[in-house]
C-alpha cells in the first residue's frame, strides 16, 4: 500500500478543543444553543396535537476547568426525542442533556405560536386564532422546576376616559403575560380563557359588521384600567386548585398617550384549607 493510500485510510485525529483545560477558575452558568428553529408536536386540551414551529434554546452549566461545551450534543438530543414536545418528555430532555454533557444542570427554553379555533360573537364565522406559549424548564440534579408562559392580546376600554368624555372612550390593544408554576398541568387553553374573560373584550381573527358591534359595545361596557386587567387575572389565578405561583403583566398600546399603561402582580396563592361539612 502506497504512502498516500495509507493516509486516505487511517481516520484522521481531529483535536477536541472544548475539553482543554481552562485556567481562569470561572464556572458557566449556563452555555449552549438558542434561537434554533425546530418543527414541534404540542398536545392541547383534547389531547389531540398540534403541529407549529418553536425556537428553542437548550443550556448547561460548564464546570470550571473546561474550555468551552460540545454545541452539536444539544441538537443531538434533542432530535433524539422525536418533534412531539410536551410537559411529560421535557424533565426527559433535561436530565438527557445532563448525561451527554456531563453537567450538574440543564435548561431548556422553547416558544411557539400556539392557535385555537373561534367563532365571532354574532355570526358564528369560524376563524384562527394565534396565541404565543412558551415553556422554561430546568434540571438540576434529578429535581425539575417548570414555568408555562402565555401571551394574549385583549381590547381594554379606559373607565376615566367613559366617565369624563361626553361622546365616548378611548380604547386600546393590550398584552396579558401569564407565567405560572402547576401542581398538575394547567392546559393553554385555561389561561387563554382566563386572560380574555378578565379583559374589555377579546379578540377575534374575522368580525363581520355585526360582530364589531357586538365587540365594541361589550368592551364599553366592561372598561377596565391595566390595574383591573391584572387583578382579574390574579383573581382567577388564585381560584385554581393547581397553580402554585403566577406572575401576570398586562401592557396597554394607549391610543392616546405617547406612552403604554403597565402593571404587574407576582403571588404565591396562600394555602387553600378545605373545610370538611
Known amino acids: 500500500m502506497s504512502l498516500t493510500a495509507k493516509k486516505h485510510s487511517s481516520p484522521l485525529k481531529l483535536d477536541d478543543k472544548q475539553s482543554e483545560r481552562d485556567t481562569r477558575e470561572l464556572r ?10 425546530f418543527p414541534i408536536q404540542v398536545r ?9 414551529v418553536a425556537t428553542l ?11 468551552g461545551t460540545h454545541m452539536s450534543r444539544f441538537v443531538e438530543v434533542l432530535h433524539a426525542h422525536g418533534n412531539i414536545i410536551h410537559v411529560e418528555n421535557i424533565s426527559a430532555i433535561l436530565h438527557e442533556l445532563q448525561k451527554k454533557l456531563h453537567s450538574a444542570t440543564s435548561h431548556l427554553e422553547i416558544e411557539f405560536p400556539y392557535f385555537m379555533s373561534k367563532r365571532s360573537p354574532v355570526t358564528k364565522k369560524e376563524s384562527v386564532m394565534d396565541y404565543i406559549a412558551r415553556f422554561d424548564a430546568a434540571a438540576c440534579g434529578h429535581e425539575t422546576d417548570f414555568v408555562l408562559t402565555v401571551k394574549v392580546n385583549v381590547t381594554t376600554l379606559c373607565p376615566c376616559s367613559k366617565a369624563i368624555a361626553k361622546y365616548g372612550a378611548h380604547n386600546q390593544r393590550g398584552e396579558v403575560t401569564v407565567a405560572l408554576r402547576s401542581r398538575k398541568i394547567v392546559w393553554i387553553e385555561e389561561v387563554i380563557e382566563m386572560i380574555e374573560a378578565s379583559a374589555s373584550s377579546e379578540l377575534y381573527s374575522l368580525l ?28 382567577r389565578l388564585n381560584a385554581h386548585p393547581q397553580v402554585t405561583w403566577y406572575k401576570v403583566e398586562a401592557e396597554n398600546y394607549e391610543s392616546i398617550h405617547n406612552h403604554n399603561a403597565y402593571a404587574c402582580i407576582e403571588r404565591y396563592p396562600e394555602v387553600r384549607i378545605k373545610v370538611k361539612r
Do not use: H, S, W
Not at 458557566?28 to 428553529?37: E, S, T, Y
Not at 392541547?44 to 407549529?52: E, F, L, S
Not at 434554546?57 to 476547568?65: A, H, N, Q, R, S
Not at 364589531?212 to 382579574?232: G, I, Q
Open 57 to 67: 434554546g437548550m443550556f448547561v452549566d460548564l464546570p470550571k476547568e473546561f474550555k
Open 208 to 235: 363581520k359588521r355585526q360582530d364589531e358591534k357586538a365587540v365594541t359595545e361589550r368592551a364599553y361596557e366592561n372598561p377596565v384600567f391595566v390595574e383591573d386587567l391584572v387583578r382579574n387575572v390574579a383573581l
Open 44 to 52: 392541547d386540551r383534547t389531547r389531540r396535537v398540534q403541529n407549529t
Open 28 to 37: 458557566i452558568d449556563k452555555v449552549g444553543v438558542r434561537g434554533l428553529r
